[in-house]
């Protein structure tokens, strides 16, 4: 049989000509990109995708926009799962998980507790400075700071100044002081056993109706109160309690929950609490659990700023900006209240990721313009400016100032642009908001947009103690001002406690309309068990000695007893004006965490949690301070001084 060559076709393959063979392979390859490229837009959950793509962050990691959030007035209020609040989603904003950073155990209880005993000094305990690796990129065994690619809970102990837990627990030799001391733990116990009795594993312990609230906050996470507990139980010495507690996240903290939770309470609560249980106790499941859940919040900055949306769906990654926030902006209170725990996040993991998501928020929140040099509440986190000019000390705004001036201390005192941003906020505050009564009370406004606003938030009494513990790192001649604008304000916020018939403080109190500190609308006379105050106390305690702020924690603990002690735990009141109790049936897991926490403090000696070691989160969760002297390794530290 002959083949006759026809015209235009090729003897070879199948009989195409070359330049057809030639158009035809083109065609497949770039079908087989375009098959690729798209795995990449498909969800995390598609099997394909996990099969031909391996996980890595896809994130970009953004650095140079500005913006800023603020979302929790509406947290602060009674929570209420029955009622949640909107939200509005963000649109498409998935992104994939980072792979597992965590490490294998290195130390047992038993060592780390012989350890507590002794708080020996030497190697590193290493801050990982802003680099600007890639997510998945880690620290090589020994980089140029001489940091270790694992980090050792050996070494970090040796960084401590001091014991933890003090010479004996904190015990104070003043009978009188340690029998009040004796009163927070039974209260933290009562509060603990009923808890445990009806509400075990729930967020919440409802305390009228012996039932476990759970709230629409933890996006399905469980057991906020176990989280919030741990801590004080260890330090209290409550350690049936704790154990209990310790096998519940071991055994029964399901981190693959998939609802919408906000990030910052997430962040306070969760990974504050998980990350304070194991830098005291070096259990490493802490440790373990902690990477877990910090790599799951990492999707929320995935915004055209890097500024992170109020809400995270823990599951899927996709993250939402409040319903209730204006033009779907972040919250200041809450994008500004993530950099210390993210900063340990980097520590233990040794993954820069975590410190360069916070830094960029600090580095948009230091470029952008700001009204009087004041930070208003609510940013956009598309456009990276502000969304209204609405500035807060309390409720929104209160803990953004807060972390400024505790990055600056748990930097061991390195993180300049903290202070700097720290400083120059407290004199936009001073100068704009801080106000004195007709009756010489010293308060903080709020400030709209150029208005004064003469109310104050429970919450803004936390800035009597951030003043205070600031005063040392201003200008010198700054100090004493400095300690009494904080004495001043604690002061005040005392006030809002006795001028009460049940001596507790109102959620907000004004300076207008004829009082001074008492709450003048109904709807802001209640209480929730709140710790702002007694915290400003314990820390005006610790840094002046003075007597008074015991006693105002004691007539606290006084006030609780009677007015929010119920037979099954403790209880917010409706209004704090009235004698005959109304009460809200929420012991909430911040009374345990902090309010708790804070009195028995302030009954012990300063050697239980030194500050020269620990930095309180806004949950009261103990952070250490990054120590400087452990920067470098030994090697390095060897070559540095032979240099
Ligand atoms: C706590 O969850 C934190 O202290 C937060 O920063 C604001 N206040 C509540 C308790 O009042």
Request: charged share 25%.
């Amino acid at each position: 049989m002959v083949f006759r060559k026809l015209p235009g076709v090729s003897a070879s393959g199948m009989g195409l000509r070359l330049s057809q063979k030639f158009v035809f392979l083109l065609f497949l390859s770039g079908l087989v990109t375009l098959c690729f490229g798209a795995l990449f837009f498909l969800p995390d959950s598609v099997r394909l995708k996990r099969i031909f793509l391996s996980k890595t962050e896809t994130q970009p990691v953004t650095v140079g926009s500005g913006s800023e959030n603020d979302a929790r007035e509406h947290l602060k209020r009674p929570k209420d799962p029955e009622h949640p609040r909107g939200m509005t989603p963000a649109r498409g904003e998935t992104s994939t998980r980072l792979k597992s950073l965590s490490r294998k155990p290195t130390v047992s209880r038993e060592a780390t507790e012989a350890r507590l005993a002794g708080g020996k000094a030497q190697e590193d305990f290493t801050l990982p400075r802003s680099r600007t690796e890639s997510a998945s990129a880690k620290a090589t065994s020994s980089d140029r700071d001489g940091h270790s690619d694992t980090f050792s809970y050996d070494k970090f102990k040796g960084c401590l100044l001091k014991p933890p837990l003090g010479r004996d627990n904190g015990r104070p030799t003043d009978p009188q002081t340690n029998e009040r001391r004796e009163k927070v733990k039974e209260m933290m116990k009562f509060s603990w056993d009923n808890y445990k009795r009806y509400a075990w594993g729930k967020n919440e312990l409802r305390p009228l109706t012996r039932n476990g609230h759970i709230g629409n906050m933890f996006g399905g996470l469980r057991g906020a109160s176990i989280i919030d507990s741990l801590d004080t139980l260890y330090i209290m010495g409550l350690m049936e309690e704790y154990n209990d507690a310790k096998e519940w996240v071991q055994t029964s903290l399901d981190l693959n929950s998939n609802g919408e939770a906000s990030l910052f309470e997430v962040n306070i609560r969760y990974v504050g609490g998980l990350l304070a249980a194991y830098y005291l106790t070096g259990e490493e499941m802490y440790k373990t659990k902690v990477m877990e859940l910090g790599e799951k919040l990492l999707p929320a900055f995935n915004t055209p700023t890097g500024i992170p949306r109020g809400v995270i769906n823990l599951g899927s990654g996709t993250s939402w900006s409040w319903g209730w926030a204006s033009a779907g902006s972040s919250i200041l209170a809450e994008f500004g209240t993530l950099h210390l725990e993210f900063v340990h996040l980097t520590e233990l993991s040794r993954n820069p990721i975590y410190t360069e998501k916070v830094m960029n928020i600090r580095k948009l929140l230091n470029k952008i313009e700001k009204p009087h040099g004041l930070y208003p509440n609510f940013l956009s986190p598309v456009s990276g400016n502000w969304v209204q000019h609405h500035v807060s000390i309390g409720g929104l705004g209160d803990s953004f100032y807060e972390y400024l001036i505790k990055s600056y201390l748990m930097s061991d005192k390195r993180d300049e642009d903290a202070k700097k941003m720290y400083y120059s906020a407290l004199e936009a505050i001073e100068a704009n908001l801080v106000q004195k009564s007709p009756g010489g009370l010293t308060y903080m406004a709020e400030w709209r947009g150029g208005i004064l606003d003469h109310k104050m938030g429970h919450l803004a009494c936390f800035s009597g103690g951030m003043i205070g513990i600031g005063a040392d790192d201003g200008a010198p001649e700054k100090r004493q001002h400095f300690l009494d604008l904080a004495a001043e304000i604690t002061h005040t916020c005392h006030e809002s406690y006795t001028r009460s018939a049940t001596k507790l403080g109102p959620e907000a109190f004004r300076f207008d309309g004829g009082g001074e500190a008492t709450a003048t609308r109904l709807s802001d006379r209640y209480y929730i068990l709140r710790p702002e105050v007694i915290e400003s106390y314990m820390y005006m305690w610790r840094l002046t000695h003075d007597p008074k702020y015991r006693e105002w924690g004691w007539e606290a603990v006084e006030a609780l007893e009677q007015h929010c002690r119920v037979e099954s735990g403790f209880s917010g009141i409706r209004d704090v004006y009235t004698l005959t109790a109304s009460h809200d049936n929420m012991q909430q897991s911040f009374f345990l965490s902090e309010t708790l926490k804070y009195l028995y403090l302030l009954f012990s000696d300063d050697d239980l949690l030194p500050l020269e070691d620990w930095v309180l989160n806004t949950e009261a969760h103990p952070l250490p301070i990054i120590r400087k002297s452990c920067l470098q390794d030994e090697a390095t530290q060897d070559k540095t001084v032979s240099e």
